[in-house]
């Protein structure tokens, strides 16, 4: 059964801070790894993940994906109060649909 | 349009009623899907549609469920016989084909059940 793990489930920083969310995924047929910002209803899109090793950017944002360890992380930077959201990881298999994990509520406060 | 859009943004419905709900995927993209958030979960997957193809109806959790996507492009979700646990977020995404395509969300449709 495909199964994807978040780690931690909450964090609470304090801006500036910087930030490590975890991805641990067992999926069969692995294509990629989306990662996604969800803040009141709609999850925006953040990075996709293909390859292993090569880091995604996006101003503080970074992520990274092991497919031989099957894990993933992003990385934030310099946290502001408007990172403030629920962080989804979702790998993709073969049926094409996303298996999400339960997120990481971060709460960045001032 | 510009993005995915879903209607209505709200449903308030009594147990026993069937409702519709409604996706508007991106212009151009072949690929649809369904999934629902309940309190306190993560996405879970319904249905999807990739082009004229059968759709994969593995996550829909019981026939009071159905999909249908006409002309390739709109898609309704129609639960029939409601029950107070498919409260929930009802999220649709479109993406250009699928598998390794970026799926983009719509705003979603929140369900309740009384």
């Known amino acids: 059964e495909d199964k994807v793990v978040q780690s931690p489930l909450s964090l609470v920083v304090h801006e500036g801070d910087t930030v490590t969310l975890n991805c641990s995924y067992e999926?069969?047929?692995?294509?990629?790894l989306l990662w996604y910002k969800q803040e009141k209803k709609a999850p925006t899109f953040l990075f996709m993940l293909t390859s292993s090793g090569i880091e995604k950017k996006s101003g503080r944002l970074s992520s990274i994906l092991d497919k031989k360890e099957l894990f993933s992380i992003l990385n934030i930077t310099a946290t502001q109060t408007g990172d403030s959201a629920v962080y989804l990881c979702a790998p993709g298999g073969s049926q094409g649909n996303l298996i999400f994990g339960k997120g990481t509520k971060l709460s960045v406060k001032p | 349009g510009a993005g995915v859009s879903q209607s209505p943004s709200n449903k308030v419905t009594e147990k026993g009623k069937d409702v519709e709900l409604r996706c508007d995927p991106i212009?151009?993209?072949?690929?649809l899907y369904w999934y629902r958030q309940s309190l306190g979960q993560g996405l879970e997957f319904l249905i999807y549609f990739q082009g004229n193809s059968a759709p994969d109806k593995s996550g829909l959790p019981s026939d009071r469920f159905s999909a249908e996507r006409t002309g390739g492009s709109v898609s309704t979700l129609t639960i029939q016989r409601t029950q107070q646990e498919d409260s929930a977020v009802y999220l649709c995404?479109?993406?250009?084909?699928?598998?390794?395509?970026?799926?983009?969300f719509g705003p979603g449709t929140r369900l309740t059940v009384l």
């Open positions: 212009s151009g993209h072949t690929a």
């Open positions: 999926v069969t047929n692995f294509r990629s």
């Open positions: 995404a479109s993406s250009l084909a699928m598998v390794t395509d970026t799926q983009y």
